[in-house]
């Protein structure tokens, strides 16, 4: 398996001091149960760097849009942040890096076709990028991002494209980008004429996050409420007391 993360590290453009570091960004939970047979010694899972690596990854991603487009408005940016952290996102730069081969994955799951799955290959991405900050730097781990997350935006496209405009799509890349439960709408009210109805909704991201909005349609408000949301996740209000 050295040779194989010598070719990772070609690609990632970084050559690991604690090459343990990337060996267990690359360690998924499942092959933790095989450890006590003696089938590989790794200290860990790359849960805990997955972690920081989403954080880390979120910091640049913003850092980077803010210094490219400095006259878009805030909630474009947030959509366009939500692009490029999202799973779906992640996993196409996964599957650039053929990242599922270099997996160490448990029986099971090697079985299931771990390998190729979107969710274990975006958590895998981030975990890489975590390994990079620790062993590296921001250098190391911004070297990463802009050369694979950030390949070839253009906010052109992200304008032409009718998702950036879909504010419950953006709000549901946020949320799965942060971990959070996948949001849920709920109509509070609805009042007036048959012909004119105005719809209340209200989408809840768990606990943290919640947001009513009016619209002469369920999906309008809708929309609205998820925009709300969209904005308060990016400005949280301050702690009381």
């Not at 196409?92 to 081969?101: K, P, T, W």
């Not at 076709?113 to 390994?131: F, T």
Request: proline share 3%.
């Amino acid at each position: 398996m050295g040779a194989e993360l010598e070719q990772l590290e070609a690609l990632v453009g970084h050559t690991f001091r604690a090459r343990e570091l990337l060996r267990r960004a690359l360690t998924h939970k499942s092959i933790i149960v095989e450890q006590s047979a003696g089938t590989l010694h790794v200290a860990s899972d790359n849960e805990q760097l997955e972690f920081l690596g989403d954080a880390v990854l979120g910091f640049l991603v913003s850092e980077e849009l803010m210094a490219r487009y400095p006259e878009l408005p805030e909630g474009r940016l947030s959509k366009i942040k939500a692009h490029l952290v999202s799973a779906a996102h992640l996993h196409e730069v996964a599957r650039q890096l053929s990242l599922g081969d270099y997996l160490y994955l448990g029986r099971g799951e090697e079985m299931s076709g771990g390998r190729a799955k979107r969710a274990l290959l975006a958590n895998a991405v981030e975990a890489v990028i975590a390994a990079l900050y620790l062993d590296g730097g921001m250098k190391a781990s911004r070297r990463f991002v802009e050369l694979y997350v950030l390949a070839g935006l253009d906010k052109s496209d992200y304008e032409s494209c009718g998702a950036i405009d879909d504010f419950k799509s953006a709000l549901q890349e946020a949320a799965q980008a942060r971990k959070l439960p996948q949001p849920r709408y709920v109509i509070v009210k609805e009042r007036g004429p048959e012909h004119s109805k105005t719809f209340t909704v209200e989408v809840r991201v768990g606990r943290e996050y919640s947001a009513q909005a009016d619209g002469n349609s369920k999906k309008s408000a809708g929309q609205k409420a998820a925009q709300l949301v969209l904005d308060r996740m990016s400005h949280p209000a301050p702690d009381a007391g």
